[in-house]
């Protein structure tokens, strides 16, 4: 675990917030640097055993998303490099993990898209014939691919706290309408079109979730990370099958160890043994391979 890092010691910036996986920091009035340690959280729970290289693979991806998706709709990213706004001795902490972001206000929603019935969506499915309070057909089964991607979005919690489904129309109050719609279309645009590419690269994007930012003129941007297997439901196509679960390039093994141990999924979680951290980040550098080609 010698080349995982847990988390972030910037001296020479501001430290003004640690979240569940990356650390934020203040270059200036205008932009934050942003680095993704190896923290993996699982129901909402920091994870005390750090996955080596996750945070590089998590930058990684959204960068290689950032670009590829920048004609839908502009992102946080200036452009700057990250070993540019810290100390010399700093330098090795933000290499492929970091970035230099624009200081934008983010929106107080999550923006979820689902693509297939999975998950908590499959739950409600069965007990309710909707997912979040959207019908659907009915006789659908476990990983069923929806007719059309919909979006459930959600609260931000707090860490330690667990995010809420809420409906469109809620949304469209913490917003405002016109807002809130030109969310809903960036995210379903988003998801389809990396939807698409993923599909030729041999992976489902079964669902994933992204997250907003306004800039002072009111400009929408696509912040934090996207499209990772942090946020995403990453699937190998030639494993897919309805009425199942298929395996997953994500943190899903580890929640599978963390059900099976008997833990509460309350605070402190519980130390990972080494074998089960080393299978998840190889599953997380798989996705980073496949998607990417590097």
């Not at 007990?127 to 069923?144: D, F, H, R, T």
């Not at 469109?168 to 988003?190: C, H, I, N, S, T």
């Amino acid at each position: 675990m010698n080349h995982a890092m847990y988390e972030s010691s910037i001296k020479s910036l501001k430290l003004l917030h640690k979240g569940k996986v990356r650390d934020i920091y203040e270059v200036d009035a205008n932009r934050l640097l942003i680095v993704t340690t190896d923290r993996l959280s699982a129901f909402d729970v920091v994870l005390p055993t750090p996955i080596p290289d996750k945070g590089k693979v998590l930058s990684g991806v959204s960068n290689f998303w950032f670009g590829k998706l920048g004609h839908v709709i502009p992102n946080h990213l200036t452009g700057d490099a990250a070993e540019s706004v810290v100390a010399a001795d700093e330098k090795a902490q933000v290499e492929g993990r970091a970035v230099v972001a624009r200081r934008l206000k983010p929106l107080p929603i999550e923006a979820i898209v689902r693509g297939y019935l999975v998950g908590s969506g499959w739950k409600e499915y069965q007990k309710e014939g909707s997912v979040c309070g959207i019908p659907l057909p009915a006789g659908l089964v476990e990983a069923s691919k929806l007719e059309q991607p919909i979006f459930t979005p959600s609260t931000k919690a707090d860490v330690g706290d667990h995010d809420e489904n809420i409906s469109f129309e809620k949304a469209e109050r913490l917003m405002g309408k016109k807002l809130a719609a030109q969310v809903r279309d960036a995210a379903l645009r988003l998801y389809s079109e990396a939807r698409d590419y993923a599909s030729t690269r041999g992976i489902i994007i079964a669902d994933t979730k992204f997250e907003f930012g306004l800039d002072d003129a009111g400009k929408l941007y696509l912040i934090d990370e996207a499209l990772t297997p942090d946020s995403s439901r990453f699937w190998p196509a030639d494993q897919y099958q309805p009425g199942k679960n298929p395996p997953s390039f994500d943190k899903q093994y580890v929640r599978d160890w963390l059900e099976a141990s008997g833990w509460n999924k309350k605070n402190p979680g519980p130390v990972l043994p080494a074998e089960v951290a080393q299978v998840t980040a190889d599953k997380y550098a798989e996705a980073f391979k496949r998607l990417t080609g590097a």
